[in-house]
Nanobody, 121 residues
Framework: QVHLTESGGGLVQAGSSLRLSCAAS????????MGWFRQAPGKERELVAG????????HYVDSIAGRFLISRDNSANTMYLQMNDLRPEDTAVYYC??????????????WGQGTQVIVSS
């Protein structure tokens, strides 16, 4: 089973940018559709972006479309989320996961620690 480690979060001002990374070890990263989820305080965890195994198809929720870009480097077993024009409502813990791209749901048995993003106004 693939082990995923998120990094790159931080405290930034509104309008700033961050790039999150998801490093994979073990498993079959190159064959897995992947996604970024986030969970804000008091809210359910939600999928914000997904990418197919070879990177040819991506999906974004409306709230981040045009601001965030998901990508992956299969040679480095790493997935990224470039976040631009951050807003206070983007504040959340961000997680990566193997996903079922057809259903846009997590296909992982467990979650990592995630990486915290805090956007101040």
């Amino acid at each position: 089973q693939v082990h995923l480690t998120e990094s790159g979060g931080g405290l930034v001002q509104a309008g700033s940018s961050l790039r999150l990374s998801c490093a994979a070890s073990g498993g079959t990263f190159k064959s897995d559709d992947m996604g970024w989820f986030r969970q804000a305080p008091g809210k359910e965890r939600e999928l914000v972006a997904g990418i197919t195994s070879n990177g040819d198809i991506t999906h974004y929720v409306d709230s981040i479309a045009g601001r965030f870009l998901i990508s992956r480097d299969n040679s480095a077993n790493t997935m990224y989320l470039q976040m631009n024009d951050l807003r206070p409502e983007d504040t959340a813990v961000y997680y990566c996961s193997v996903i079922n791209f057809d259903r846009l749901t997590s296909a992982s048995a467990s979650w990592g620690q995630g990486t915290q993003v805090i956007v101040s106004s």
